[in-house]
């Protein structure tokens, strides 16, 4: 080995030249030829700030996803594991949805039942004033004071049918009220309905025929007739309509 600066030999581990004093410390070390042959480790993944390879979903608030994130570190190729939805099996989810779809019933149409409201409200206050007009007479257009003069117990048979018509009145709209909330009840109080106001007129007609002995007997017959048809039509309607949307009432 020689200096590099004067060129004059340099005993062995000289620190410096004796002949110009020039230090040879890192003209030794620079003389170290790197190892070539080490090959740097592949197959070590480098740790990106202490994150763990095999990943864990966070829990959002506490949350349960039941979905566990596969570990990526370990990975099986043969990976079977099927995220679990919310934890929602599929074979219940698909037993419930047979259920439901078994047991849905479409809704029949309610037309019908809405216009019978209207009706019961207008034959209500219909009713009301019929009430007041036979209680006080004026149904005779003035002529009262005559009719009863002639038939005295036409008075009192006046009276009560027009208490009667107007409890019907009232009847009425209760019985509007429960078709309205959907009450079982309230088909079956309109059938009574029908029934106490058929019997109400049919009784009225039979009063007056004895009250007038017997006059008029062929207009009052066929208005009994009429009375009886027409309600026993209504009452046998809205029985079959409303048999058919029974579910809907509570």
């Known amino acids: 080995m020689v200096c590099t600066s004067c060129g004059a030999p340099l005993p062995p581990n000289a620190m410096a030249c004796p002949n110009c004093g020039t230090r040879v410390m890192m003209q030794g070390n620079m003389n170290a030829a790197p190892n070539m042959n080490q090959q740097p480790n592949m197959n070590q993944q480098p740790n990106m700030g202490g994150?763990?390879?095999g990943y864990q979903q966070p829990n959002m608030g506490g949350m349960?996803?039941?979905y566990q994130q596969p570990n990526m570190g370990g990975m099986n190729n043969g990976y079977q594991q099927q995220p679990n939805m919310g934890g929602m099996n599929m074979g219940?989810?698909?037993?419930?949805f047979n259920n439901l779809a078994g047991g849905f019933q479409p809704?029949?149409?309610m037309i019908w039942h809405v216009v019978l409201q209207v009706f019961l409200i207008i034959g209500g206050?219909?009713?009301?004033?019929t009430g007041i007009v036979t209680m006080t007479g004026a149904q005779y257009s003035g002529l009262s004071a005559l009719v009863y003069g002639m038939f005295p117990g036409m008075r009192i048979v006046d009276i009560l049918y027009g208490l009667c018509v107007i409890g019907l009145?009232?009847?009425?709209?209760?019985?509007m009220v429960n078709l309205n909330k959907r009450k079982k009840i309230g088909p079956q109080l309109l059938l009574f309905l029908y029934v106490g106001s058929a019997a109400l007129s049919i009784l009225y007609v039979l009063l007056v025929l004895i009250m007038v002995g017997g006059n008029g007997m062929g207009s009052s017959i066929g208005t009994v007739i009429g009375t009886i048809i027409g309600s026993g039509v209504m009452i046998v309607v809205n029985k079959i309509y409303?048999?058919?949307?029974?579910?809907?009432?509570s």
Do not use: A, E, S, T
């Open 51 to 53: 994150m763990n390879n």
């Open 64 to 66: 349960n996803n039941g």
């Open 92 to 96: 219940n989810f698909q037993q419930q």
């Open 107 to 109: 809704q029949p149409g």
């Open 125 to 129: 206050v219909l009713n009301l004033i």
């Open 169 to 175: 009145g009232v009847f009425g709209i209760l019985v």
């Open 242 to 249: 409303y048999d058919k949307r029974m579910h809907l009432f």
